[in-house]
């Protein structure tokens, strides 16, 4: 029943009439007004650290102001510096002829086979309740006003309904394939443990490399005068001070996110391009298509090597658990940093 309603027509003409009928009554000047966005997030100033990193003596004597804080901050740098030594010597001893050749080798199972066609229709579902939260805000804000969903708790809370939607739309279309509900997460080919620890010895290789580009572009965006703008999502981290809030985009962050992220641009559109090209081409442009969605212009760079990445350890090991684990990690990585600054330096 689900995967005659999931690979038919009449179910995805039923919800585009109803989207367009929605946005036609909103913009018509009906009941259903657009909603005011909380202007809390864009007014607030950022902090300056968030636009420049503080130099050596302003973070040491923070930190010697706030000593278990400091004492992590030092944990954290010195597994980074860790990382990027491995990194380093993880590059070179790959540049041996041996290792060279079997870098391109997959002898792992080979990725779940998607269509085009089931991409968008991935793609028109997601779409859809993307632009349907909207008016499930305003029904709440008029049925349950005491709940009080500004925007700073309603981004990280519709995202978080987007992304398990997701989750669960892409496990119900691979219901209807001939493979297990759970071959894209490798229970074939290599072992999870395997698949595992081959992410993470690639997620290494890459580290310093990845570390070095940012910093690339950074100073040409700083010698260019150029200031990105800051994200909600980043916003909602560094200013926030609900720990309810704080904790829902975390979880977003370090968890639900990278696995409805894997599932969608690893699992599906990384597959359905390799099914009409090369592995490189595959990865290169699912790569490409990961860091657009970002929308940060800074990170564009790395994060389409990164997706590279993690399309690479997808084909590698013909498992997500690998590229789950690398993301989760690498997101959680980014955030510990991130809440260091905010709590060592709030006043910038």
């Known amino acids: 029943m689900i995967q005659r309603l999931l690979r038919g027509r009449t179910f995805y003409l039923f919800l585009g009439i109803l989207i367009l009928l929605l946005y036609l009554r909103t913009m018509s000047g009906g009941t259903l007004q657009p909603m005011e966005v909380d202007p809390a997030l864009h007014d607030a100033p950022a902090p300056e650290w968030l636009l420049e990193v503080p130099d050596p003596t302003t973070l040491k004597q923070a930190a010697s102001r706030h000593q278990p804080l400091g004492i992590l901050l030092a944990v954290l740098i010195g597994l980074m510096g860790v990382m990027a030594f491995g990194g380093f010597l ?26 085009f066609g089931e991409l968008g229709r991935v793609i028109f579902l997601a779409v859809t309740v993307a632009l349907l939260l909207p008016f499930v805000r305003l029904a709440l804000l008029a049925y349950a006003p005491l709940w009080r969903l500004d925007s700073n708790l309603w981004i990280p809370l519709a995202m978080l ?13 691979v219901v209807g394939k001939q493979q297990s509900t759970w071959a894209m997460l490798g229970t074939s080919g290599r072992g999870v443990k395997d ?9 290494v290789t890459m580290f310093p ?61 990384y597959a359905a391009i390799r099914s009409r090209t090369s592995r ?39 498992s997500l658990a690998a590229s789950m684990i690398v993301h989760m990690f690498h997101n959680s990585l980014l955030l510990v940093f991130a809440m260091m600054f905010r709590y060592l330096l709030p006043s910038g």
Not at 90 to 115: D, I, M
Request: aromatic fraction near 12%.
């Open 90 to 115: 993880f590059t070179f001893r790959g540049l041996s002829k041996a290792r060279r050749s079997s870098f391109w080798q997959f002898s792992a199972a080979p990725v779940l086979p998607w269509s």
């Open 161 to 173: 309904v987007l992304d398990a939607f997701v989750i669960v739309t892409i496990l119900a279309f």
């Open 195 to 203: 698949s595992i620890r081959v992410g993470f010895v690639s997620y």
């Open 209 to 269: 490399w990845l570390v070095i580009l940012l910093l690339v572009i950074s100073e040409v965006a700083r010698t260019l005068g150029f200031q990105p703008p800051l994200e909600p999502i980043h916003r909602l981290l560094f200013l926030e001070q609900r720990p309810g809030v704080l904790l829902l985009t975390i979880l977003l962050t370090c968890i639900i996110g990278p696995v409805a992220e894997e599932l969608f641009f690893r699992g599906v559109v």
């Open 280 to 318: 490189l081409i595959a990865m290169l442009l699912s790569g490409g298509l990961f860091a657009v969605t970002h929308t940060n212009l800074m990170g564009f760079l790395p994060i389409a090597v990164l997706g590279c990445l993690l399309a690479y350890l997808y084909e590698r090991t013909g």
